[in-house]
């Protein structure tokens, strides 16, 4: 076996130590497992700005109960293991899995291939890693450099931010689509049906889709790589995300439409329990009144995308036209609703009306109102945050 510690090591990289920093804000731990020697790792390790608090060998590293080297790894700070054997590196993988961390582990020979394939992300060296290491792991840098890590960390995190931007905006339109359905039940016959089967069908199929796919090209958060790593625990769907859908926007957006619903109504002449079918004198005003409530539901839509685009961050730290084809979806569907309001077949198809210019604007702040009500629930998140991180700060 070849004495490594022997042989002059190289230079970091450009842009190694700016990853590094980038992994460290983003709450990633780094621990060097190698097989060099431990005062050349440490040095190298410092250099690039990784804490080497303590140098581990490793045959005292192998020779280290479960217990205590799950308790070493607990302990804050980074650890270099040198002269680690692959067996070494598969039980440090191991151990903090069993300690719950989600473990990357890096590397280019054949001794690396159980770690790579034991870790949940194994991740070898494209240009001068083995074949074996490449088959074993689970993502190959094509360019050998570790900065490359930190951009796939990035992507992901926007991959999965943007996934939960699309449930969220599909959910909150649940509430406004089936509370008219249940106040119609529970009226006893009383109040009109303020939204047809064939309105929600041009909502879920019409007017949702563009802007939901829209959310998934939205760029990443300002604060994407500040966050903590979230825990394995966490669901795609969380009761906050719920919270959000449920019980703010949408409870606003079915509020919203109800009201333009019997605003309308009321306007028309209509009283509770007054027929309303066709043939009668307040059918037209009933058609009125659905359509009122259908154009509000997507009113509250556009409202929902915009503050579907952030997380936690406020809409103006992103740019509130940076998302082009949000944009363009948004006119699209805002032309689509103009267009079943206004050409006949369509309105006989999905039993519409032209609307009178006063519900027009009464329509308008509808968004503001949906997207700011999320908005001060961010703002009141963030500002909670703050003050939790000023209180758990030392002196």
Not at 181 to 200: H, M
Request: proline content about 8%.
């Amino acid at each position: 076996m070849p004495d490594r510690a022997r042989r002059t090591p190289r230079p970091p990289r450009p842009g190694v130590a700016e990853a590094v920093a980038a992994c460290h804000s983003a709450g990633i731990t780094i621990h060097v497992v190698t097989g060099d020697n431990g005062r050349t790792a440490a040095e190298i390790a410092r250099e690039v700005g990784i804490g080497a608090d303590r140098v581990i060998p490793g045959p005292e590293a192998d020779a280290l109960p479960e217990p205590q080297l799950d308790a070493l790894l607990e302990e804050p700070g980074e650890i270099v293991f040198s002269r680690s054997t692959p067996e070494g590196k598969l039980r440090i993988a191991e151990a903090l899995q069993q300690l719950g961390h989600v473990v990357a582990m890096t590397g280019d020979g054949v001794n690396d291939a159980p770690a790579l394939h034991r870790a949940d992300i194994g991740v070898a060296m494209g240009r001068s890693g083995t074949d074996v290491a490449r088959e074993a792991a689970t993502m190959i840098l094509t360019d050998d450099d570790f900065a490359t890590i930190v951009a796939a960390v990035r992507e992901g995190r926007r991959v999965y931010d943007n996934i939960r931007k699309f449930v969220l905006y599909i959910f909150v339109h649940a509430v406004p689509e089936i509370v008219p359905f249940l106040l119609f039940a529970l009226s006893g016959g009383l109040i009109p049906l303020p939204l047809t089967v064939l309105q929600i069908l041009a909502i879920d199929l019409g007017t949702e889709i563009l802007p939901a796919l829209a959310l998934g090209r939205e760029r990443a958060e300002p604060d994407i790589m500040t966050r903590r790593p979230r825990p394995r625990t966490e669901h795609l769907i969380s009761r906050r995300l719920l919270l959000r859908a449920w019980a703010v926007m949408g409870t606003i957006s079915a509020c919203l439409a109800l009201a333009m619903f019997f605003v309308v109504l009321r306007v028309g002449g209509w009283y509770p329990g007054a027929p309303v079918g066709p043939g009668t004198p307040l059918h037209g005003v009933y058609v009125q009144a659905t359509t009122a409530t259908f154009a509000t539901i997507v009113a509250c839509q556009v409202g929902t995308a915009f503050a579907a685009r952030t997380e936690r961050s406020s809409l103006r730290s992103i740019g509130v036209l940076t998302n082009r084809p949000l944009l363009g979806a948004i006119a699209a569907e805002l032309l689509f609703v103009v267009g079943l309001c206004t050409i006949p077949s369509l309105q006989l198809v999905f039993g519409t009306a032209p609307l009178p210019p006063w519900v027009v604007v009464l329509m308008i702040p509808c968004p503001l109102i949906v997207w700011g009500a999320d908005e001060l629930l961010r703002w009141t998140e963030r500002r909670r945050g703050r003050a939790t991180k000023v209180l758990a700060s030392p002196g």
